[in-house]
């Protein structure tokens, strides 16, 4: 099992940054690569970023590349997102999320662990 816990989830003007990051206890955190999703009100959960389990390759949903990135410090448990030149749109509750097996990063469906979530919200 893995328990994951996001934090740094805030109001923010739209051009601001914040860091959100996943602390993580349990099994193995480096064993497992990890991923960002996010979920307006009304919408499905989509992806953000995924990260391989020792941090050399990264991948971004259209929406955020250039923006948002995302890294690992496996000494430290933790998973962050790093979010530059926020957007309205950007206004989701965002999630950690762990994944034992299967290729497709951007796919909720792949991952076994999730956290709790951390509310990001952008005012205009």
């Known amino acids: 099992q893995v328990q994951l816990v996001e934090s740094g989830g805030g109001l923010v003007q739209a051009g601001g940054s914040l860091r959100l990051s996943c602390a993580a206890s349990?099994?193995?955190?480096?064993?497992?690569?990890m991923g960002w999703f996010r979920q307006a009100p009304g919408k499905e959960r989509e992806f953000v970023a995924a990260?391989?389990?020792?941090?050399?390759?990264?991948y971004y949903a259209d929406s955020v590349k250039g923006r948002f990135t995302i890294s690992r410090d496996n000494a430290k448990n933790t998973l962050y997102l790093q979010m530059s030149s926020l957007k309205p749109e950007d206004t989701a509750k965002y999630y950690c999320?762990?994944?034992?097996?299967?290729?497709?990063?951007?796919?909720?469906?792949?991952?076994?662990?999730w956290g709790q979530g951390t509310q990001v919200t952008v005012s205009s």
């Open positions: 999320a762990a994944r034992t097996g299967g290729s497709l990063y951007y796919q909720a469906a792949q991952y076994d662990y």
């Open positions: 349990g099994r193995t955190f480096n064993s497992y690569p």
């Open positions: 990260i391989s389990w020792i941090g050399g390759s990264t």
